[in-house]
């Protein structure tokens, strides 16, 4: 097999987004001691959402929101106990072989040297992939060599390097590459730059732009800093607790923000502006916890604005305007909310 | 005086990558270390007299003499003197080593590549198998290891393939649990998940990626297990329970020599140094290998 029948080819044109994951749920089942009660982790709970081919999908939450866990299901790292992933017009199980998704979708983890074997060069850590999938041995050495040139780490005096003599820059670009070097469609960006020093993590994002352009590449986003979101999304989703509370256009979003835990989120967000003061009380607590979480509405423990209508019901998500959707009683006119815009 | 700044300032032209690897690198690290050094000298000494024991002009050890019993040290011709029997213990004590070193360094080898293979199961499947493994091994766990290796080679009746195989029984757990432990650890690092995202297999992955970081710290392990193993192996032929007269073996000199040691306790006592200096050396080693190998330094 060459290097250039790695990739998937094209299936569904260009209008089918690349990936569509329908109510996917990731359950763990616990036990509270040896003996203790059977209980389930509501790690992800029906999740849908889309990417098209070509754009940036951003990924906000707080930690355990369940961004992490998603991902891992969208590359088959964690099996997921319900839903369905559609990859480019082909189902994951039906057409659509876990190998074969893996080719096509790659993911680049937050620790930078955690995710680097220690006793291999990150020439070998780059060519595994290709080699593990039939490319010849050489031929992955030509793969490796070609994308430390464009991750801009000279071949030539890096690629004899072990992961501990280089920067959590440079290592970081290595997992980039090691992820590049299966040819895939989409890349997982799970709090990628997260761990790296501002102007490391700036770098890395130019980077990952113009590998963007120069790849033809997807991206989802996962972060959990609206500032590097903002510069590198197209469209945002917002998590809370295992579900999807909004997700729209990331101009749109920064602009307006419809459920109250996406404007809670953003008012957090530190300005440059010093005189810009907070107008929202920051949120109070930390979420509650994924085994059981809250009845009806999962935020209306913390929310604001919350009514007995939102303890009792699970609101529907309501199209807002071009591709904005966001799950709240209060923008949905039928729900009876007493804040609901009629 | 230009040049060296330009030298210093232009680093350019770095030699390609550093060439020596990661063998190179431990072995750059053990040579600044002069214990170790001094420790894996002994070693070898011991190892290479055990080795080429016919070569180097010693006496016959099984030949002894009535008229010369119990030579104190520093006798003419028998430089380390003579045990019970007249034999000359420098030579007894060299031909020992041949059987000690075995009965001392084969069961770990076997426990080694058992309890690594085992380990490796239990901490990369996980789930039942893990359950099965060990918990099987923390039966064992509940004797002390000397005990168990009285009773299996007790059981098994004496003799040296049987002290070889109850020794061997005895360190397969601890190995075991060590290897599942190191095992769990790194597999549930980023870079197997990363492995397993670009589609390879799971013996794949454990070749790759999983042994070469697993085998330092179980190496290690099993090399101070050796000094364990050769204590229970004495031990054992000390109990009469492996090795048997008259074969020269440190720990059944120890038990034959026992009784003169109110004649001539020097003599009586050079079996039980041999085994503590090789231990000691065993151990000093191991420790100074667990530094070395250690990458992220």
């Known amino acids: 097999m060459s290097a250039s029948e790695m990739g998937l080819p094209d299936k569904g044109g260009p209008r089918q987004p690349l990936v569509i994951a329908r109510d996917l749920t990731c359950h763990f089942p616990v036990r509270a001691g040896a003996f203790g009660p059977k209980k389930v982790v509501r790690a992800v709970d029906g999740v849908s959402f889309s990417i098209a081919k070509g754009e940036t999908l951003g990924v906000v939450g707080e930690s355990g929101c369940g961004k992490s866990t998603t991902a891992r299901l969208l590359i088959g790292l964690t099996p997921a106990t319900g839903g369905k992933i559609i990859y480019d017009a082909q189902e994951l199980g039906e057409e659509l072989s876990l190998r074969d998704l893996r080719r096509g979708v790659q993911m680049v983890f937050q620790d930078s040297f955690a995710s680097l074997n220690p006793r291999l060069t990150i020439e070998e850590s780059i060519a595994f992939g290709p080699k593990v999938n039939g490319v010849d041995a050489a031929e992955a050495r030509r793969i490796a060599r070609d994308l430390l040139e464009r991750i801009g780490l000279d071949p030539a005096r890096f690629a004899g390097r072990y992961p501990h003599e280089l920067s959590g820059g440079q290592r970081q670009r290595v997992n980039i590459g090691r992820a590049l070097a299966m040819r895939p469609r989409l890349v997982i960006l799970d709090e990628a730059v997260s761990a790296l020093d501002k102007s490391v993590e700036a770098q890395v994002l130019n980077l990952l732009t113009d590998l963007r352009r120069d790849f033809d590449l997807t991206y989802m986003f996962i972060s959990h800093d609206l500032n590097v979101v903002r510069y590198i999304s197209d469209r945002l989703m917002v998590m809370y607790l295992g579900e999807v509370v909004e997700v729209g256009p990331a101009e749109a979003l920064y602009e307006r923000q419809a459920h109250p835990y996406t404007a809670a989120l953003f008012s957090a967000m530190p300005s440059m502006d010093p005189y810009a003061r907070t107008q929202v009380p920051p949120l109070a607590g930390d979420p509650p916890n994924p085994i059981d979480p809250p009845s009806g509405c999962r935020f209306h423990t913390r929310c604001p604005f919350a009514e007995d209508l939102c303890a009792s019901k699970k609101p529907r998500a309501v199209t807002l305007g071009e591709g904005h959707q966001v799950a709240c009683h209060m923008r949905d006119p039928a729900s009876g909310h007493g804040k609901a815009a009629a | ?297």
């Open chain 2, 1 to 297: 005086m230009t040049d060296t700044t330009q030298t210093a300032v232009l680093p350019a032209e770095a030699p390609a990558a550093p060439a020596r690897g990661y063998w190179g690198g431990v072995w750059a690290r053990l040579r600044r270390d002069p214990v170790t050094l001094v420790c894996g000298a002994v070693l070898g000494l011991l190892v290479l007299s055990a080795l080429f024991a016919p070569y180097i002009g010693l006496h016959d050890p099984y030949q002894g003499s009535m008229v010369s019993r119990l030579k104190p040290i520093g006798t003419e011709g028998h430089i380390l003197g003579t045990d019970e029997l007249g034999r000359d213990m420098l030579a007894r004590l060299i031909y020992g080593g041949r059987l000690t070193l075995f009965l001392g360094i084969t069961p770990v080898v076997a426990a080694f590549v058992i309890g690594t293979t085992l380990g490796l199961i239990a901490g990369y499947v996980g789930g039942w198998a893990n359950t099965v493994i060990m918990r099987t091994v923390d039966v064992f766990f509940a004797f002390p290891s000397v005990l168990l290796a009285i009773a299996i080679s007790g059981a098994l009746g004496a003799g040296i393939v049987n002290s070889l195989v109850s020794l061997t029984i005895v360190f397969i757990p601890p190995i075991t649990r060590v290897a599942e432990s190191v095992t769990a650890s790194v597999r549930q690092l980023d870079y197997v998940d990363a492995a397993r995202a670009s589609g390879a297999g799971d013996f794949t992955i454990v070749r790759v990626h999983v042994l070469g970081n697993v085998m330092g710290p179980i190496f290690v392990y099993a090399t101070s297990l050796t000094s364990v193993c050769m204590i229970i192996a004495a031990g054992l032929s000390f109990l009469g329970l492996g090795v048997k007269p008259p074969e020269p073996e440190w720990g059944l000199m120890l038990n034959t020599l026992r009784t003169a040691i109110y004649i001539n306790p020097w003599v009586a006592a050079l079996p039980g140094m041999m085994i503590f200096v090789t231990s000691l050396c065993l151990n000093l080693m191991s420790d100074g290998l667990r530094s070395a190998m250690n990458v992220r330094q």
